[in-house]
């Protein structure tokens, strides 16, 4: 996922993330006004070049298919354009799960498929959103959900936690500055693939205003209990210190101040490039397992159900930090004891855990008056 992490970061495949993270299609079915409302303020007869859609960082597209077709009702009813849809993600993404969902060969997910949409044709691309993926002018409407926390390199190792919500000094001056570089690349790179007067619109994970983060509202900080058991293998002599650095998330929630910065600098590369800011929100999407708990789920049933879902999207962040010369067996090993060692964690207490989601909905248009 970050484009030289120390491993092939990808979210589990064969379907198995979107089936495990019920939060993130919560999420973006909560994006689908937005997309609806932006498209209505889009000119959509002013082109007889297709109307292209992207989605960035859509993993086995499961979680999205819903909103686009949502979208794709709501577009058929105001034009007869070609559309275009193309799912993006990175070259390990499981692409093979995506083409079956998109043409309705997944078994149980059959209605799903977006084979029968009139006029409506399919792509998927392997390019990091941290470059161009696509020509100039060429996306009308562009969306992202929970992918752009993602940075593309890791800027700091940390010896005691895995994630920048842990880091101090130094290192988290680090992770703020790349995750700042790494949001105006974005941006730069789809104010060139935008048409004017498309239309951005983001989900992204941030820290809010409370200072709430993914997996922390107030109650069990989901991160500070990776680094507890991960930290634990370490010190019972399990994996090595080297093997403790590794396993630092090359991600950041960035704050709304940080999301705003470039939009709110008319002098700034992305204002200079033609995007501006048409809406900027956060929302917290609560966790459903935590959910099922609160009305009654035994302990056992909901560690049992929750930690998966951890586990889908970010099994490969540990098991790529383990030395590659042990055999595979073995490294498997050990990611199992880890997240057995979270699941007892929560089955012995599940109070307060959880895995709420804190997002950032932004929309962003591409001025008529755009130099780019
Ligand atoms: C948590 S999943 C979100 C998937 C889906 N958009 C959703 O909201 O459910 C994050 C996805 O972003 C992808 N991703 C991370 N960094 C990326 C990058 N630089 N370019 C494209 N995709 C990236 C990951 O591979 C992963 O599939």
């Known amino acids: 996922m970050a484009d030289d992490a120390p491993g092939p970061i990808r979210m589990r495949g064969a379907g198995y993330y979107s089936e495990h993270t019920t939060g993130a299609k919560l999420a973006i079915d909560a994006a689908i006004p937005l997309v609806l409302a932006a498209l209505q303020r889009m000119d959509l007869a002013a082109s007889a070049t297709p109307f292209g859609i992207a989605d960035y960082g859509a993993a086995d597209g499961g979680t999205s298919i819903a909103l686009h077709h949502t979208l794709l009702a709501a577009l058929r009813a105001r034009t007869e354009r070609a559309i275009t849809l193309t799912y993006t993600d990175l070259p390990h993404n499981d692409f093979s799960a995506l083409f079956r969902l998109l043409h309705g060969l997944l078994p149980g997910r059959a209605a799903l498929g977006l084979a029968d949409v009139p006029g409506l044709f399919t792509f998927a691309s392997g390019t990091s959103f941290h470059r161009q993926i696509f020509p100039d002018g060429t996306i009308s409407l562009g969306f992202s959900a ?27 001056a680090a992770f703020r500055a790349q995750a700042a570089a790494d949001w105006e690349t974005i941006l730069l790179a789809r104010a060139h693939e935008l048409s004017v007067g498309g239309r951005l619109v983001f989900a992204n994970f941030c820290t809010d205003a409370n200072g709430h983060y993914l997996g922390w509202t107030g109650g069990q900080n ?111 090993d050990i990611v199992d004891r880890f997240y057995a060692a979270y699941e007892a964690d929560v089955a012995a207490a599940p109070e307060g855990h959880g895995m709420d989601y804190v997002h950032c909905f932004m929309v962003i248009a591409k001025d008529p008056t755009a130099g780019v």
Do not use: N
């Open 222 to 332: 989901m991160h500070a209990t990776f680094a507890k058991h991960w930290r634990g293998l370490r010190d019972a002599g399990a994996i090595t210190g080297e093997e403790m650095r590794r396993a630092t998330f090359p991600q950041f929630y960035r704050t709304v101040a940080e999301f705003r910065a470039p939009f709110d600098d008319p002098g700034s590369p992305v204002s200079r490039a033609g995007l501006r800011l048409e809406e900027c929100f956060t929302r917290v999407t609560k966790c459903p397992y935590a959910e099922r708990f609160a009305a009654g789920q035994p302990g056992a049933e909901f560690a049992r159900t929750y930690v998966p879902t951890l586990r889908s999207w970010s099994e490969t962040v540990f098991s790529s930090a383990l030395d590659q010369g042990r055999p595979e067996a073995e490294r498997q």
């Open 146 to 172: 929970t992918a752009m926390h993602w940075l593309s390199r890791l800027p700091a190792m940390l010896a005691e936690h895995v994630h920048a919500v842990g880091a101090e000094g130094g290192d988290l």
